[in-house]
């Protein structure tokens, strides 16, 4: 069973930064992606950046040049840096992962962390 625990959300001021991190834990037998979502009151989900196994990465237009996505050196591990932040940044971040559980076959399966909150005001 593959289970994603994200941290270093809470309350900042606009203009300033923070990093969250999500870690990866289970049966895992491959990754394939790993991308941070957002989700605002009365809004729909949306994709704020991914990172496949290869390095490659993705960025929704609202974040570029604010925030990056990495891998850290341990490959379960996905952290989101996110700078400059604004209070339309506000909203609950969400972990997922798109791999392959051991002991399952194609195609991969999709997890997601229980979310946690980031909150942009003065």
């Known amino acids: 069973q593959v289970q994603l625990v994200e941290s270093g959300g809470g309350l900042v001021q606009p203009g300033g930064s923070l990093r969250l991190s999500c870690v990866a834990s289970?049966?895992?037998?491959?990754?394939?992606?790993m991308a941070w979502y957002r989700q605002a009151p009365g809004m729909q989900r949306e994709l704020v950046a991914s990172?496949?196994?290869?390095?490659?990465?993705d960025y929704a237009d609202f974040v570029k040049g604010r925030f990056t996505i990495s891998r850290e050196n341990v490959k379960n591990k996905v952290s989101l840096q996110m700078n400059s932040l604004q209070s339309e940044d506000t909203a609950v971040y969400y972990c997922?992962?798109?791999?392959?559980?051991?002991?399952?076959?194609?195609?991969?399966?999709?997890?997601w962390g229980q979310g946690i909150q980031v909150t942009v005001s003065s």
């Open positions: 997922y992962l798109l791999g392959i559980e051991s002991g399952t076959y194609p195609p991969p399966g999709e997890y």
């Open positions: 289970g049966n895992i037998f491959s990754i394939h992606s």
């Open positions: 990172i496949t196994s290869g390095e490659i990465t």
